[in-house]
């Protein structure tokens, strides 16, 4: 095979605070012609940085100390920025995480996708035009003459990165960086990215450097895979070989945490009780939909339409679907955070539609997703955790000591309890929100996707943390995912949400072998599972 | 950018150890009259000359920053109040209060400030106090605005909803996790209001209406330099100066803030 990219050496420093910190250490490694290798790491192992290198648009703080990157024996860091410009678009393009942020919100599709060829000189007039529906057309729009009227908003976040896709190919480059772009998609949407990508690959014989924190992923894509992690390579190695024979501890405990999540079998549930502790009755939630600048109401939007599910004691419920389908709605009016416009909330079989009282509230807690948006920045860690005792009403000494006592529970050290957020890792921030809510002894815990904004280690590291705190205060799980993968593994009963309704509901297996609903089908097929390969090629 | 702030916050820290250490300073008793030394120029015993009563200028410019600092920060700390308060609960109970409150800071909004400063200093006896106090209750409303836009933000928080869940009264969130977050950036506001208070205040004071002799402030010493300009420069042009100064001090330290909460701004 021809190598078609080389990295050698490769430095990259970060100013920080007048100080120099490397962000990649000294990385080497070649991508061939037709080849997709995959680039896996957690958050802040230096993926993105190199990346953006080989493009050179690294921000002002950067600094590439050392290395060559040489594609086609030119080195594109010696290069001056002309050239450069010559070699973004036309040789090496690029396609990021968040296709909106990437569109210019007030052109047409069609005329961003136009402009490339406008701005490098290609075509004339009536000519670009063409190539544009035809690009539209390989990304596979139904409707490349809608699509091309259309704006960035009026488009979904697939179509969006359908858009992008189409502009990084549009001068038919010969690499694609692709950098995490369906991680902030949908399931269903991604498995349809992939698929595009690669025919893309075949049809213009494209390679492609794909980074990714999903294993899953580079086992449907990659050719070759890159471990990366500190700013240095940990292992390089073909697709099955890094999956079936993987050489390094690192790398063998990344493949274990996707497999725990991606294949685990629910746990049976501790207590089997038939005590129903939560109930909601035919809940509706709507919001207004308002037009024009005197906020005329023009219809209702249904969040969550009628909705009836009951959590038995003990029990874990995973409540899975895809975002904007209304589950964490649904969260908020289970805490009594919004108010349903119709249907009964019940907690140990007494209504509280109404009115949550202090007792209630204190018996239900949440847990949210971004630990970095959930705790007070101004807050000590101390004041965080205790924030909900004082309906308790206690003395300093056993305030104290239920601190001590919680703080043991999720594993984190009594003598950090006057930091404030910002000194503690995302795992440890997610501790610290679990410590709140456990700090005033709810009995029921809501998880509103707890652990999506984690790496996976880390995921895994919190899901152990609730399994063993679940049976040791005799907890019940509501776990809110998009994830089918957690929810497996966590959950003792599933309910699938699709639009604001209750599409399916049955037992971890029922569900996940056995679907009846069409849109469950369709969701558990298009889960990237990553399988065990046993042996070579 | 850099040399600029670096500055500004010198012309700052020197205006604040001219107020605190005014009588160490002050060459001489800055009320002692002497007709006989009326209008001297700037000299080796007067740095910057006499006034009409004969007055050590130079002290007397140096008790004056004891009140031009008085009254930027006592006006601003009092605005800041009123309109943190209300911006506030503004933002985080919306609805009628919201409509409410909002309306009222656009009504204040409609006055020329300055005018409606200047009908209400002919209904009370002009003095340190009332100045402070006026000027205090007619410049809240950009606060009031720029921190309900912040809570409007805020208010969505998840930390804000879990204290919610974990069954916390509004008036504890709202002291708690709403007004010590959305205070950063209005800190620099505030900043930029010390320029503009004292602004406000010389301009009282040259006109006759703010603070009164025989206390001194700069705008009042402008006024008396004003009659005697063809004579005698210094009276006029020294005063002149430090208030030029010293907005220009506040203004780059705010600008300094600005940079210092918004490191994106920094280059």
Known sequence: MKKILEVENLRISYLNNGSRTDAVKDISFILNENEVLGVVGESGSGKTVTALSIMRILSHEANISSGRILFEGKDLLSICEKDMENVRGRNISMIFQEPFSCLNPVMTVGEQIGEIYRFHELSAGCEIKKQVLQLLEKVKFAMPEKTYDSYPHMLSGGERQRVMIAMSVALDPRILIADEPTTALDVTVQAEILRILCELKKECGLSMIFITHDLGIISKIADRVMVMKD????????????????KEEYTKRLISAAMHLSSGAAETAGENSNAVIFEARNVTKSFPIEKGILRKETGRFYAVKNVSFAVRKGVTAGLVGQ???????????????????????LFEGGDITNFYS??????????????????NPGMRMRDIVLEGTHMLKLDAGSREDILRDVLGKVRLSYNDRF????????????????ARALAVRPSLLVLDEPVSSLDVLIQQDIIALLKKLKTEMGLTYLFISHDLGLIKEIADEVYVMNEGIIVEHGTVEDVYYKPKDTYTKKLIESVPVLTKLTGGK | MKPLITFGFILIAALFVAAVFAPFIATHDHTAINIKEAYLPPSASHIFGTDSLGRDLFSRMVYASRVVLMTGFVA????????????SFSGYFGGAIDSVIMRFTDMMLCFPVFFLILSVVAFVTPGILNIMVIIGCTSWMGIARLIRA??????????????????RSNVYIV??????????????????GIAGAILVESALSFLGLGIQPPDPSWGNILLEGKSGMGVAWWVSVFPGLAIFFTAFGFNMLGEGLKQFFNPRLKR
């Open chain 1, 231 to 246: 700013g240095k390579i940990v292992e390089e190695n073909t697709k099955s070989g890094l999956l079936s024979k993987p």
């Open chain 1, 323 to 345: 975002s904007g389908c209304g589950k964490s709605t649904l969260a908020k009016i289970i805490l009594g955070l919004e108010k349903p416009d119709s249907g009964q909330i």
């Open chain 1, 358 to 375: 202090r007792r209630v509230r204190g018996m239900m807690q949440i847990v949210f997703q971004d630990p970095f948006n959930s705790l």
């Open chain 1, 419 to 434: 930091k404030f957020p910002h000194q503690f890792s995302g795992g440890q921030r997610q501790r610290i929100a679990i």
């Open chain 2, 76 to 87: 601003v700390g009092i605005a800041a109040v009123i309109g943190v308060v209300l911006g």
């Open chain 2, 150 to 167: 912040e809570v409007l933000t805020l208010r969505t928080k998840d930390y804000v909803l879990a204290a919610k869940a974990l069954g």
């Open chain 2, 175 to 192: 002291f708690r996790h709403i007004i010590p977050n959305g205070l950063g950036p209005a800190l620099v506001n505030f900043v930029f």
